[in-house]
């Protein structure tokens, strides 16, 4: 593969995800992040939008930190479909040349950015935890390794742009400035609708009760100490106590007992609640790299040298069973319930 010439591209971009026009939280995390590395480098940070009837939309991201939004408006675009977000996506890079476009690491941004990588030929690195720039624009991504046992550093420096997808929550929200003023490139989409091979029949909405597991302030996380199913229901209470929603480990959900929605870790969910309780998990690093930027760390296990007492905020030595019904009893008479 021959190197691209990295000095004909210029520019940040951030992958602007949304759906049904409300932009995903990642993405406005991100152009926070990449804010500071435009003014670093005193380059330009662009929002790309692809969607249908986003004009209003196109608005919020100049807001959050973008100085253009690059916007794809058409029809062909009203649900997210690999081929048609691909090929336009593909041609706006090829039309720009930006350096780095940054994803959310979500389903869609999972599915995407590969896919632009392959068709580009350049690298891609997935599921970073964090990112930084050298003076030269060279993009620095950092993310777990072998099992999660080391964190590595990986560069893409022969081709261009440089990509990669950041979990959500690994950045902070940005504050939202309406007095930020900014352009709006359109851009003239020729997709037809008859040359995309995929068409969306019908579309289902989950049903979740209680705050989604990114989004939720507290969260009551269970692991193997669990020791049976049916003390699911014990985080489960403890958690409605609370106002928040409960989390696993990643044994719970290989054995069935909840589905990969609920797990954190490496392998599962991000999250940054005020305040998580951790009930039987030992304190894996594949687990706690998804868990440790949360406020307040509460580990609740019988072993005292379990290594989640290293990352908790407060320890308590013993067993669930015991601990948690204790918890609910004073919560509840705290919290009135
Ligand atoms: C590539 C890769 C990706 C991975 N991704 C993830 C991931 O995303 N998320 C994840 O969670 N794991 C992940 N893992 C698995 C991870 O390495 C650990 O195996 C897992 O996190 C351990 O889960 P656990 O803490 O529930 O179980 P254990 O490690 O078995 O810990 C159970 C804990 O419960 C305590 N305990 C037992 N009984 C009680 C009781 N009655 N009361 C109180 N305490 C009790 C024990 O002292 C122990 O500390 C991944 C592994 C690999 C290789």
Request: aromatic share 6%.
């Amino acid at each position: 593969m021959t190197a691209t010439n990295s000095s004909e591209y210029k520019g940040i971009w951030v992958f602007a995800e949304q759906r049904d026009g409300v932009i995903a939280n990642v993405t406005f995390e991100l152009l926070g992040k990449c804010r500071e590395f435009a003014d670093k480098l005193g380059q330009k940070l662009s929002a790309v939008l692809i969607g249908e009837n986003l004009e209003d939309t196109a608005h919020e991201l100049i807001y959050f930190g973008a100085d253009e939004v690059i916007l794809a408006d058409s029809p062909v675009f009203s649900k997210y479909r690999t081929n048609p977000y691909t090929d336009i996506l593909v041609e706006l890079v090829n039309e720009y040349k930006p350096s780095m476009i940054i994803y959310g690491a979500t389903s869609v941004g999972r599915d995407l950015a590969p896919r632009v990588a392959a068709r580009l030929k350049t690298g891609l690195t997935a599921d970073c935890l964090d990112l930084e720039v050298d003076d030269n624009g060279l993009l620095i991504q950092t993310k777990p390794s072998y099992g999660g046992n080391i964190m590595c550093k990986i560069i893409c420096p022969n081709h261009r742009p440089q990509m990669t997808t950041v979990r959500p929550k690994v950045f902070p929200m940005p504050a939202r400035d309406s007095s930020r003023t900014g352009e709006i490139v359109r851009k003239k989409v020729n997709i037809k609708e008859e040359d995309i091979p995929v068409k969306i029949i019908e579309t289902a909405k989950e049903e979740s009760k209680g705050p989604k597991i990114e989004e939720a302030d507290v969260i009551v996380a269970g692991g193997r100490g669990l020791e049976t199913k049916e003390n699911l229901k014990l985080i489960k209470e403890l958690a409605d106590v609370l106002g928040g929603t409960i989390g696993v480990t990643r044994p719970l959900v290989d054995e069935g007992w909840l589905p990969p929605y609920y797990q954190i870790g490496q392998s599962g969910k991000t999250v940054k609640p005020k305040l998580i309780i951790t009930c039987g998990i030992s304190g894996a690093v594949q687990f706690t790299v998804g868990m440790q930027s949360a406020d307040v760390i509460v580990a609740i296990d019988k072993n005292p040298d379990a290594p989640i007492f290293n990352v908790a905020t407060y320890g308590i030595v013993g067993r669930v069973e015991e601990i948690v019904p204790e918890l609910i009893k004073k919560f509840k008479a705290m919290l009135n319930k």
